[in-house]
């Protein structure tokens, strides 16, 4: 095991990578920005190295200040965490070129799974299915028409390098495309440096599902199940339950063995998600493969017992994966959903401000993990996250119970601050999200709806919720440099 370990990253997500460390002996360095001087992770760690100012780009985003961090300090090992540059092939090569070992994927898997054609062809390849469309990038606005007449309207237009809801437009008539595809050149172009597009049908009525798995360096994988994420805004999920709900037995098996066959293909090295769009038929359809710790991990270790941090600074430091698949036996339902310091009655704008009170639930079987205190100034540099509540039941009726209790709990205050909890609670009264028949389309109807009361009716009328997903046109989530889904 690393007898050092720098944490390349800030927030809730420090926090937890640290207490993983700690448990298992290994000493910490925190960096941080200015913004960051004051927090937990920067108290609670061995040492910390500020690494420039409060502007992300030249902080969490600067690879050469992060590296000299870890050299300076004898750190033996970088954890990314989620977001910066967690999925970052460069920064990983940049550390291995100065000695260090980065948790996570080899950049040459990270690469490769990085660029969504490449990764789709990989999976194809290894027999996982995908949305119709096209395997290849496509030149021409004739040539994504082309496509898309073969496949149906609507269809979606996506950036090959895109991530985070970013690079994305979903198309309805022929007539839309050519200026979609344009738009979404153009805008690819401007957030990636590369401009490559290629078309897929869009499922309406889709379930987000995706599937947690560990590998070692020996070849060597197991799958942790299922999770649901179908609840998002702006393709950035706000709640998300392990194992994924209404699914049937053999269409589970099926998603996970399709995603560990993916994985194990390429070659990939420590804990990752595949990520899979079921439609209303259960026809499920690969999407992608994310390179990193994910932000609703605790619902996988909550039915589990595994933690998945332990298992990355393990894997990562040469130890052959510590199970089989015999040993994983999930149990129960966990909920988990995030507390974001924006006003959903505002497209979920964020809402920086100070915290005057910040209390947070306790109780059975409930978890959460947050950088938050009283007295917190939530700045507006990064993401809005601040929380994430999770709770474990033997079964999901108790599960969204003990979740409603939870956030009844939750006391966040302070001028401005608004914060999405009301809107998850609406959520958790939602029909077809109680009967574990939602889709991707969930958020929107409840932001149509004229209240919560009406929208109950037709979640009752409608279990199946059948309005299409947001749509993303390159707008940045909901904050400028910690993207995360």
Same mark, same amino acid.
């Given at each position: ?130 949305? !119709? *469309? ?8 004739? %040539? =994504? @028409?082309?496509? /898309? #007449?073969?496949?149906?309207?609507? $269809? ?17 008539? !022929? *007539? ?8 979404? %050149? =153009? @805008?690819?172009? /401007? #957030?990636?440096?590369?401009?490559? $597009? ?18 070692? *360096? ?8 299922? %999770? ?10 706000? $709640? ?246």
């Amino acid at each position: 095991m690393f007898e050092k370990v720098l944490i390349a990253n800030r927030g809730e997500i420090a926090l937890r990578v640290l207490r993983a460390c700690r448990e298992l002996g290994v000493r910490t360095v925190a960096v941080y920005s200015s913004a960051d001087a004051d927090s937990a992770v920067v108290r609670l760690a061995d040492e910390a190295v500020r690494i420039g100012p409060a502007e992300a780009r030249r902080s969490y985003l600067n690879a050469a200040a992060i590296v000299e961090a870890a050299r300076r300090t004898g750190a033996q090992a970088v954890h990314p965490g989620y977001g910066f540059l967690s999925e970052d092939a460069d920064f990983a090569e940049i550390c291995a070129d100065n000695g260090l070992t980065f948790i996570g994927p080899p950049p040459p898997v990270m690469s490769a799974l990085a660029d969504k054609a490449t990764a789709r062809a990989w999976m194809r390849r290894a027999g996982l299915p995908l949305p !119709p *469309g096209s395997v290849e990038t496509l030149p021409t606005a004739q %040539r =994504a @028409a082309e496509i /898309a #007449a073969e496949v149906g309207y609507p $269809v979606i237009v996506k950036a090959a390098a895109g991530g985070g809801g970013r690079g994305m437009t979903v198309v309805h008539t !022929p *007539g839309d495309l050519p200026r979609a595809y344009a738009r979404t %050149r =153009a @805008a690819a172009q /401007a #957030a990636f440096g590369d401009d490559r $597009v290629y078309v897929e049908r869009y499922l309406t009525d889709a379930r987000h599902v995706e599937v947690q798995v560990l590998c070692d *360096g020996n070849g060597n994988g197991v799958h942790l199940g299922t %999770r649901d994420c179908s609840v998002q805004r702006r393709h950035q999920k706000l $709640v998300e339950e392990a194992p994924a709900p209404s699914l049937p037995a053999a269409v589970v098996d099926s998603i996970e063995r399709a995603a560990l066959r993916g994985v194990l293909e390429v070659g990939f090295t420590g804990a990752g998600t595949v990520e899979f769009l079921v439609d209303d038929a259960d026809r499920f359809h690969f999407l992608e493969i994310n390179c990193r710790i994910q932000v609703e991990h605790p619902v996988t270790e909550m039915i589990t017992g595994i933690d998945l941090v332990h298992e990355q600074l393990h894997i990562a430091a040469g130890v052959p994966l510590r199970m089989r698949q015999s040993d994983v036996r999930p149990h129960g339902v966990a909920v988990e959903c995030r507390v974001n310091v924006e006003d959903p009655d505002r497209g979920f704008a964020p809402t920086p401000g100070r915290l005057d009170r910040f209390h947070p639930p306790g109780g059975p079987f409930t978890r959460v993990d947050t950088h938050g205190r009283p007295g917190y100034v939530v700045g507006p540099h990064y993401d809005s996250l601040l929380a994430k509540v999770a709770v474990w039941a033997p079964e999901r009726e108790l599960a969204l119970d003990r979740l409603e209790r939870a956030l009844g709990e939750f006391d966040i205050g302070g001028p401005g601050v608004r914060t999405t909890i009301p809107f998850v609670r609406r959520v958790l009264d939602d029909a077809a999200f109680r009967k574990g028949r939602y889709s991707t389309g969930l958020v929107d109807r409840l932001l149509r709806a004229v209240d919560p009361a009406d929208d109950a009716a037709a979640g009752a009328a409608a279990p199946t919720a059948g309005a299409a997903a947001p749509t993303a046109d390159g707008t940045v989530p909901s904050g400028p440099d910690q993207r995360r889904n």
